[in-house]
């Protein structure tokens, strides 16, 4: 998260199931601290203000990302030594690593 720059693509995973939503970063990443009520309170946070959020309707299950034929694409960025991605080699999501920085061309077909 701390990576993200102005303009990068945000995606939005509920309940780690599927890809509900995307927006553009506003900003870089801002440290701040939990606000009182919430399980994160007093504790030192990220704050990423985003812009241009677009519902993805209907959503877009993270089953399909990591199926054929983008599951080879994806595995074949890291045989290639790309870094720094939203997966790892096991087509698993990263906790925090989605940005779509490092892929411009991969969803076109």
Not at 69 to 74: A, G, I, K, S
Request: aromatic share 10%; hydrophobic share 35%; glycine share 8%.
């Amino acid at each position: 998260m701390r990576d993200v720059k102005p303009g990068d693509v945000i995606l939005h995973l509920t309940d780690n199931e599927a890809f509900t939503g995307f927006s553009r970063a506003l900003g870089t990443c801002e440290e701040m601290t939990g606000p009182e009520g919430t399980e994160e309170a007093g504790q030192p946070c990220n704050l990423l203000k985003l812009r241009d959020f677009k519902l993805l309707d209907p959503p877009l299950p993270r089953t399909v990302i990591f199926a054929s034929p983008f599951r080879e694409r994806l595995l074949a960025l890291i045989d290639a030594g790309v870094k720094n991605l939203f997966y790892n080699k096991e087509a698993n999501l990263n906790q925090g690593r989605t940005s779509l920085r490092y892929l411009p061309n991969y969803w076109q077909s």
